[in-house]
C-alpha cells in the first residue's frame, strides 16, 4: 500500500462520539480555544463598536442609523486618517485609544482579509464582517494559513511535503470572535446594539433569539416575531460563505444560555453540514435539559438545482454534503418544529411557547410539488442514502472572457478541465472515453465547512456516497492510506496526484477539483509492473470572487465558455441579478410560475414554498440585496424570456431594498413592457421596509392584472390560482 504523508483518513458517512468531540485538520486544543470567545457574541449596551473603514459611504450611513437606535459607537478607523467624524474620534488605528469590544468591518472585498487579520492581531473581542465576494482562499488564510514549500522528498513508497510555516489565526486564539464574512450582522434588540445592516423597523426588545445564514429569512423572521407580539432578544446573521467564522451551532450554545431568550429561530439553506450539526446538538441538549427551549427551523434549497450555486456563495453541496430535505429530516428527528417559510416563525413560536404543540405536518418542512426523483439530490445528483457528515462533525468548449457582476463560481467543462490538468502536467488518458466506468474511482480535493480547512475525498468507485468512501484532511501532521481499490492504492504515482491535485486547488483557488481516475498498466512493462493512475473525467470549480475582488486568476476565468450557457442566464449578470432556470433548465414546462425575489435565500425558500402551495417556479430569481427600480424592470424583462412563465410572483422583503423603490419599479415595468405584461398576471408581496407606501403604489396603480398582498400565503395561493387557470 502506498501512503501519502499529508493526509488524514476520516470516514465519510457514519458520526461517532469521538468525531463530536475533535476534528480533523483542528485539534481539540484548537477548538477549545476559539470556543471560549463565543462569550463574546453576547453584545448590548455595554458594547464599546468601532468601524473599519469609518469614513466611507456604506459606514457613514449605518453608524448614523446604529447610533440613532441606541449602539454605542465610539470611534472608528481609516487608514491614514486621524480627526473627527459623526462627532466622534477617526483614527489610523484605533485599539489602543478607543479600547473597543466590537469591530465592524466596512470596506471593500479585496480589503477585508486585511482588516479581520489586523482585527485579530489587536484581539478585538468580536470582528463582524459584512463583505460579499471575499476571495474563498483568502477567508481560507483567515481561518487557519498554511504554507507549503515545494520541496519533495521520496521515502520508500511515499512522499512527504515539508511544512514551511504553519500559522493558525482564529482557530489558535482565544481572543477574538468572527461573524461572518458575507453577513448582515449581528444585532441585540434588548440591548440596543447592532453591528451591521439590518433593518431597524424590524426588531423590537423580545424574547426571541435568531441564528441564520441568510439576512433576507432573518429579517421576515424577526419581523414575523414582532407582529406575533413576540420580539427578539438576539440576532446572529453567520452569513452565506462557504466558510464562516461564527456557525449555527456557536449561536445556539449563546441562545439557549442568554436569559432573555425564550424561544429560537434557525434559518438554514443548502450547503455544508452546519444544519446537520445544529440537529445533533439539539438532540443532546433537549435529552440533558429538563425544560429546553422551543426553537423552529426553516431550510432553504430543498428545490435548489444540484452542483448551482443558489445565490449565496456557499448555497451548494458540494460532494457527500448533505442536501436540504437531508437537513429537515435531521432536524425533524432532533425535536425540531421545522417549517416552510419564515413569515410562520412568529405564530409557531407563539404556540409552543404557550405549552402547545406542533405537528411536522402539512405545509411545514413539507416538499409537495417536489418529484421524488428531485427531493434527494446533492451535486451531479449523488443520490444519498441517509445524511451525510464528515468524520469531524460527527462528521471543447470557445473559451472567451466576460466581466460579470453577479455569478459566484465558475464550472470547467470536461474537455476544458482535461486540457488545464493536462497543461498543469497531470497524468491525463490517452482515450478517456475507454476506460470502462467500473475501472474508475473518485479522487477529488474540497473543503471541509466543518473544519475550515482543505480536504481530499476518495472512493473506489466514482461516488462520493459509497460506503468506502472516504475523506482526508490535508494536515502535514499523519499518514494513511487513499482508498482507490486494490490497484489505485497500488499505483505508484498515486502520492504526487494527489499532491498535484491540491497545488492546483490552491494555486488556482478553486473550490472543488473532481476526478475521476483509473489505474492503468503498461502492457509493455510486464505484468508485475506497478499500474499508473490516470485522470478519465474532470469537473473543476473556481472561485469567482478571486477574479472579482482579488483581481486574480484571469487565465482561469477566460476559459468559461458562454455559448455552452442559457443566454437568458448569462445576460442577467451585468445587472447583478442571479437567474438560474428551474425544470430540466427549461425543458419542464410545467415549471411554469416566474419568480422575483430580493435576497439569495428567500430566494430559494420562495421556489420552496411554491412548490408546496402546489405551484412550480421556473426560476430561481435574486435580485440582490440592492436592488433598484432598474434593476426590477431587467429581472422582468429576463423572467419573460421563458415562454414557459404564465404568471409571475413578487416576493419582496424589505431591508436594504425599500418597499417604495421596489413597486415603483413593477409599476415602470409594467409601463415599459406594456405588450408582454398584458398577457402574464403578476401578484406582489411586499414586507419589510416601507412596505405600507410599496403597497399603496401598487393599489394606486390601476394597472390591470397586478395584485397586491402582504402576506405570503394568500400571494402563493392566488398565483397558483391565475396560473391553473392560464394552462
Known sequence: MLRCHALRETRLPRLSAAARRSSFGTTSVNRRKYDATLKNLKIGKHTRVIFQGFTGRQATANAKESMAWGTNIVGGVTPGREGEHLGLPVLPSAVEVLKPDATGIYV????????IEEAIEAEVPLIVAVAEHIPLHDILRVNKIKHWSRHISRRGKGMLIKPRQIHS????????????????GIISSVGKCRIGFQPLPCFEPGKVGIVAKSGTLSYEA?????????????CIGVGGDILSGTGLVDGLKILVQDETTEAIAICGEIGGFAEMEAAEWIRDYRARTRNPKPITAVVAGVNAVPGRVMGHAGAFALPAEPDALSKVEALKAAGVAVINHPSRFGPVLKTLLSGNQISNGIGIGTTSGVPPSQQRRTLH???????LLPHSCRQKASPRQVTVESRRTLYL???????????????????????????????AVSINRATSSLCIIASPTTSATDEAARSFAFDLEVHETLKLGEEGSRASNLPMLGL??????????????????????????????PHVLKITHAHL?????????????????????????????????????????LGGGGSDKSHNIGTLVNGAGLAMNTVDALADAGGRAANFLDTGGKATSETVKRSFEVILRDERVKCILVNIFGGLTLGDMIARGIVLAFRDLETQLAKIPVVVRIRGTNEAEGQKIIADSGLPGLYAFDDFDEAAAKVVELTNQRT
Do not use: C
Not at 108 to 115: K, N, Y
Not at 381 to 387: G, L, Q, S
Open 108 to 115: 471593500a472585498a479585496h480589503q477585508a482579509p486585511a482588516a
Open 413 to 443: 467543462d470536461r474537455e476544458v478541465a482535461l486540457d488545464m490538468l493536462r497543461q498543469q502536467g497531470l497524468n491525463v488518458a490517452e482515450t478517456p472515453d475507454k476506460v470502462p466506468d467500473s475501472a474508475q474511482r473518485l479522487l
Open 169 to 184: 489565526m482564529l482557530k489558535t486564539q482565544s481572543a477574538s470572535r468572527l461573524v461572518g464574512a458575507n453577513s448582515p
Open 541 to 581: 470549480g473556481f472561485d469567482d470572487a478571486a477574479l472579482r475582488s482579488g483581481r486574480r486568476q484571469a487565465d482561469v476565468h477566460a476559459l468559461r465558455d458562454l455559448d455552452a450557457e442559457d443566454p437568458a442566464e448569462v445576460s442577467a449578470e451585468p445587472d447583478g441579478i442571479v437567474y438560474i432556470k
Open 500 to 529: 498535484q491535485l491540491v497545488h492546483l486547488f490552491t494555486s488556482k483557488e478553486a473550490f472543488l477539483l473532481q476526478t475521476h481516475v483509473a489505474a492503468i498498466a503498461n502492457p509493455d512493462d510486464g505484468p508485475d509492473a
Open 381 to 387: 445528483t449523488f443520490a444519498a442514502k441517509r445524511p
Open 222 to 234: 424577526a419581523a414575523s416575531t414582532l407582529r406575533a407580539g413576540l420580539g427578539q432578544s438576539l
